[in-house]
Nanobody, 123 residues
Framework: QVQLVESGGGLVQGGGSLRLSCAAS??????MGWFRQAPGKEREFVAA????????YYADSVKGRFTISRDNAKNTLYLQMNSLKPEDTAVYYC??????????????????WGQGTQVTVSS
């Protein structure tokens, strides 16, 4: 049974940092990533990383502030979020896909999803 379990969300002041983690179990994945959904908005892509060489891809809104990484030995995904802004407030979802990163990032519906973790950034 595949499970993705996020942790690390919380409340932080603007300009602060948070680190999200996603522990995966049940199988390994070619691509892993983070999406987020703010109240009243559609879910949007944040960042993704490949399993092999660790290629990364970011949404323009988070480039230079967020860093995605993965520990393949632990089957765990991370998102280091720095210089947080109130507009980063959202539920953050971990996602995993069986396809290579170049294919996965073209899709909005990945194969597996976590339950989400709330990130709130105060102004």
């Amino acid at each position: 049974q595949v499970q993705l379990v996020e942790s690390g969300g919380g409340l932080v002041q603007g300009g602060g940092s948070l680190r999200l983690s996603c522990a995966a179990s049940g199988r390994t994945f070619s691509s892993m990533g983070w999406f987020r959904q703010a109240p009243g908005k559609e879910r949007e892509f944040v960042a993704a990383i490949s399993r092999g060489v660790g290629s990364t891809y970011y949404a323009d809104s988070v480039k230079g502030r967020f860093t995605i990484s993965r520990d393949n030995a632990k089957n765990t995904l991370y998102l280091q979020m720095n210089s947080l802004k109130p507009e980063d407030t959202a539920v953050y979802y971990c996602a995993a896909d069986r396809q290579f990163l170049s294919e996965a990032i073209t899709k909005s519906e990945w194969d597996y999803w976590g339950q989400g973790t709330q990130v709130t950034v105060s102004s």
